[in-house]
């Protein structure tokens, strides 16, 4: 077996504020740490378990210090994205300095307090390749948001990514990456409602957007009792496309989460919604069907997503219970 020489690199983050989250906020987590940097051929248990130690310290130091202090420390780990957070009780920043690389972010904020839907926090920044200023670009943000610089797919060229929430109850993270191709800038949009994470998944060094796929939320359900199924998308030759079925380890622990909340909260059709859902993606649709099939319910009191709409989205019938429900929407997105 061989093992992983990890190095830790806590140098790129850095954290602006203090602490507390708020709604939004905690859907732009850090992105997980991912790994890969060479090999060496030792092989211990204990060594691993120190190393996986070393890492979470570092990991929690690095949030700790909250500055931008170099901290370098030569154990495992997998190479952060560069970040700067934004949240709620971030000051108004003025061309604040982000690098990596030939890459330098520039990034200005202004807080407000007095935030209205005509008045909303600008997330203003300008990136530089190798001290040439190639995109000038501004996001909303309300009190959340984060800039990322990397290598997401492992080509030699750099991304930058900036997500920024952008208000509302159920609505929305916005996600813009700007991905080095040579030359200049390709700007892409991954404007998912409920934005998403990038991660490493799979540990190969390569960064994923994580997110889940927004079409099931208040489908059987409440938007906020909703559940739904993974969606991955991967950086490929300059575009996102989506990946999800790549990751089938990924995938499988989501449906044995469901599993689990399946024995607390029976019944759930939007949860079954999503097992079926999952199940089908890992190309085992049928044992996901017929798990579906022991666990809906058939009480008329849940009944949401039974009704059948013609092309303008007029109610125009009932389905006759939640499985028909579920097996015409699964094949209009795509599922079945
Ligand atoms: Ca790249
Ligand atoms: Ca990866």
């Not at 990456?177 to 991660?199: A, I, P, Q």
């Not at 079409?215 to 909703?226: H, P, R, T």
């Not at 990751?247 to 019944?267: F, G, T, V």
Request: charged fraction near 20%; include cysteine; glycine fraction near 8%.
């Amino acid at each position: 077996m061989k093992k992983w020489l990890w190095i830790i690199s806590a140098v790129g983050l850095i954290t602006i504020g203090c602490s507390g989250l708020q709604a939004g906020s905690s859907l732009i987590s850090s992105p997980t740490v991912n790994r890969i940097v060479g090999e060496s051929d030792t092989e211990s248990e204990s060594a691993e378990a120190e190393v996986e130690q070393n890492e979470q310290r570092a990991k929690q130091d690095a949030f700790l210090s909250g500055s931008s202090e170099a901290e370098t420390e030569t154990v495992h780990s997998p190479e952060p994205l560069t970040e700067l957070e934004i949240r709620y009780d971030t000051p108004s920043l003025n061309s604040v300095t982000l690098s990596r690389g030939p890459i330098e972010v520039k990034v200005s904020y202004t807080a407000r307090e007095d935030i209205t839907p005509e008045n909303r926090p600008l997330l203003r920044y300008e990136i530089f390749h190798e001290g040439e200023l190639s995109v000038k670009d501004a996001a909303i943000a309300v009190g959340s948001g984060s800039v990322l610089i990397g290598d997401f797919d492992q080509d030699g060229g750099m991304e930058v990514a900036v997500q920024a929430f952008t208000g509302g109850a159920h609505c929305c993270l916005s996600t813009t990456v700007y991905s080095w191709n040579g030359r200049n800038f390709n700007k892409l949009s991954l404007d998912e409602m409920l934005g998403g994470e990038f991660e490493d998944i799979d540990g190969d060094g390569s960064y994923e957007f994580v997110t889940i796929d927004s079409d099931f939320l208040a489908k059987f359900s409440s938007y906020a009792g909703s559940v739904a199924p993974p969606m991955i998308f991967s950086l490929v030759d300059g575009e996102f496309i989506n990946s999800t079925q790549d990751y089938p380890d990924y995938i499988y622990s989501k449906i044995a989460d469901l599993e689990h909340r399946n024995q607390q909260q029976m019944n759930a059709h939007s949860l079954l919604a999503a097992y079926v859902a999952s199940k089908s993606l890992v190309g085992e649709v049928e044992s996901g069907w017929a798990y579906m099939l022991n666990h809906y319910s058939q009480d008329p009191a849940l009944g949401l997503g039974m009704s059948i709409r013609d092309q303008n989205g007029e109610v125009v019938d009932r389905h006759p219970n939640f499985p028909t429900a579920l097996e015409a929407f699964l094949i209009e997105q795509g599922y079945l």
